[in-house]
């Protein structure tokens, strides 16, 4: 039998004895004199705000928002079990959502790719690799296993319910990537015949509130930090002359590898060409100017904000900008691998500058790709 997941008589980590000047806060371990509120203050506060955007996502038919504000909402009680015991129960209750999920995908995907038609061999293999993310996602239950993938990943040697949270989703967003690009590509012919406008679907401005909830939740504002100290464990500040010379510099080198990156695509791998070319028009078709910015902002904010922001100083650039690409699986294989780069470029930003360089940089460059397609 599989023990408790995050069981309680697991060491819990150690306060973070400070930083020092000039650097980011030690990632998800609360400072020694955060002005946040009681615990149960909260508590209260965030649930305020995600019933508020949960349920107006729903019902303004923003899946993606309602979506996000769950997921925040299990990162909220993983910060809260690890500040105050006594709400370990709470965890325990919610917690169970990404295995879960994971361990529910797994089975689907591994249903929808084997009624596919594709040949039977490379079925079985897909089948396979989505019964081992499932079986990984039972597995990832157990402490032990999580502690493991915790270390792994995150470098944690005693990691807490927020840093075995945060593992098992990296875990699971690689292990079902590969045969989820293969399912995601009937799903896209289907898309793509679609007349509508493909931005017109996917509620630009509903995501870009939710992976802002989602990355503040995972830093424990208002349970770990307060407004200041959760910006600042994001990289985030006022736009300085060193961010905004960075993000230029940073527009350029997107720009340049895009070019020249279709341009190789193009004349060597036609076909996956044509896939991405197909997916950019149907992003690009009946775009207006307000379009175009909400997609910047959108991409620039609520990507960065999660990914460079929140994820990487614990995941480092690399690993980052991988998670990043596996969850970019509408573009074909060679666009993925140019999404990685990518990823790689803003971590650069991120790493030397600031989260807001990166934002800046990335939401520019959406921008200009959508008026060039």
């Known amino acids: 039998m599989l023990p408790r997941m995050d069981e309680p008589n697991q060491t819990p980590p150690e306060a973070a004895p400070g930083t020092e000047p000039g650097t980011w806060p030690d990632p998800f371990t609360p400072p020694l004199h955060a ?15 995600l019933v508020v955007f949960g349920a107006g996502g729903l019902l303004l038919g923003q899946q993606e928002l309602a979506l996000l504000a769950a997921l925040a909402g299990v990162f ?20 169970w959502v990404i295995p ?7 089975i689907l ?18 089948v396979l690799l989505c ?27 005693r990691p807490g319910h927020l840093l075995r949270l945060s593992a098992r989703i990296v875990v699971l967003t690689f292990a079902l990537s590969i045969p989820g690009w293969f399912a995601s590509q009937t799903v896209l012919e289907e898309l793509l015949r679609d007349p509508t406008p493909l931005l017109e679907r996917a509620g630009l401005g509903g995501g870009l509130i939710g992976y802002v909830l989602l990355a503040f939740a995972g830093v424990g504002w208002l349970v770990r930090r307060d407004l200041r100290e959760s910006a600042a464990r994001l990289g985030l500040r006022w736009p300085r002359a060193a961010d905004i010379v960075a993000a230029a510099i940073a527009v350029g080198m997107l720009s340049a590898l895009n070019v020249g990156s279709e341009w190789f695509q193009q004349r060597y791998f036609p076909d996956s060409w044509k896939l991405d070319h197909r997916m950019t028009e ?7 100017p307000w379009t175009i910015v909400l997609l910047g902002f959108s991409a620039g904010i609520g990507e960065e904000i999660t990914m460079r922001g929140a994820l990487q100083p614990k995941l480092g650039i690399v690993l980052t900008a991988a998670c990043f690409a ?10 993925m691998i140019v999404i990685f780069a990518l990823g790689i470029l803003l971590g650069v930003v ?3 500058t600031s989260t807001t360089a990166a934002m800046i940089a990335h939401g520019v460059y959406d921008m200009l790709a959508a008026l060039m397609p």
């Open 76 to 95: 909220v009680a993983a910060n809260v079990a690890d500040v105050d015991p006594q709400w370990r129960e709470l965890y325990y209750a919610l917690g």
């Open 109 to 126: 995907l591994g249903v929808d790719l084997w009624r596919s038609g594709l040949p039977l061999t490379a079925r079985a293999a897909l």
């Open 326 to 335: 596996a969850l970019h699986v509408q573009y074909s294989w060679f666009g």
């Open 350 to 352: 991120r790493k030397r």
């Open 282 to 288: 149907a992003m690009a078709s009946g775009m207006r």
């Open 100 to 106: 879960g999920l994971g361990f529910a995908g797994g």
């Open 35 to 49: 002005h946040v509120p009681s615990t149960r203050v909260a508590l209260l506060s965030w649930l305020g705000i």
């Open 131 to 157: 019964a081992c993310a499932a079986g990984l996602s039972v597995l990832s239950v157990a402490t032990p296993a999580a502690n493991r993938m915790a270390k792994v990943l995150l470098g944690a040697d």
